[in-house]
């Protein structure tokens, strides 16, 4: 079963000037039933893993997507908590070999867990995967994620890591958004993913995937769509065009394209007052009709 797919990936316009750090693979163009979008970070207190003028985000992303693709392209059917897992330690491997000095400067040792949270790059994301029987997800973050199955829509997102963002918000109010009052939050929030209460994220530890992913799936005949997006695309479309719900951000996509949706996106932020630490953010969709 091949879908019909509509995409598209945008930098922030007024971020800084630092790489995209949204990533998306088709795995179709590949010859493999399979989507992986990333939403990814460098460290807040210090870049680990910046190279050749690409952040350590950009750099872990692009990492993590080849990756995928070299696993799935071995074994289409490997678990899909494994085949994340496995990557999340490859990349690892990889930038502990290329970069033992910088390894030194940022960590300062294994036991400094803080120092270490709050300088290497990560990455929140979702993968899916399909064949004739069913249809698989595994997500893991503030990535959303809307499966259309025939009586009902399905949503994936993480509420505890939104409930983060209006604390964020409400400082960056009060103090502005470089303040180091609103660094400092953004440091500890970093330090403090994948403990209990936070958020997952897929840092050089497979932890987020292992105990915190959400795994899911659906007869295939019962799928009719999918959303994937990072924070940057559904949550704007529904606050920027007063949308209630994916599904209403699905119509949208359909009826505009993905392509020309994220323009008018960031046409709506540019005239819009947004009390947020970005006022446009790197972007990216996948809609996928089954």
Do not use: C
């Amino acid at each position: 079963m091949k879908p019909e797919t509509d995409s598209a990936i945008d930098s922030g316009s007024t971020t800084s000037k630092k790489t995209n750090e949204d990533y998306l693979w088709i795995g179709l163009e590949d010859g493999i039933n399979a989507v992986l979008i990333l939403d990814g970070t460098s460290g807040v207190a210090g870049d680990f893993g910046a190279k050749n003028e690409k952040t350590g985000g950009r750099r872990y992303v692009e990492k993590f997507g080849a990756a995928i693709n070299h696993i799935l392209d071995e074994n289409p059917q490997r678990d899909l908590k494994e085949v994340m897992k496995s990557t999340i330690e490859t990349i690892w491997d990889e930038f502990e070999k290329e970069a033992e000095e910088n390894t030194e400067k940022y960590f300062k040792g294994e036991n400094v867990t803080l120092q270490r949270a709050s300088t290497i790059p990560a990455a929140v994301g979702a993968i899916i995967r399909w064949n004739h029987e069913k249809l698989e997800l595994l997500h893991v973050g503030d990535v959303e994620a809307y499966i259309t199955l025939e009586d009902r829509g399905e949503n994936f997102s993480n509420e505890t890591h939104e409930s983060f963002d209006k604390i964020r918000d409400e400082n960056i109010k009060e103090y502005g958004k470089e303040s180091k009052e609103v660094q400092e939050i953004l440091r500890k929030h970093r330090s403090a993913h994948n403990l209990p209460g936070t958020y997952p994220n897929m840092s050089f530890n497979p932890l987020a995937v292992d105990k915190l992913g959400e795994k899911a799936e659906y007869p295939i005949e019962e799928v009719e769509k999918v959303l994937l997006s990072t924070d940057g695309a559904a949550p704007r479309f529904r606050e920027l065009f007063n949308l209630e719900s994916n599904e209403q951000v699905v119509k949208y996509i359909e009826k505009h394209g993905a392509q020309k949706s994220l323009k008018k996106l960031r046409e709506k932020e540019n005239n819009a007052e947004l009390n947020a630490l970005k006022s446009s953010d790197d972007a990216a969709i996948a809609l996928l009709n089954f």
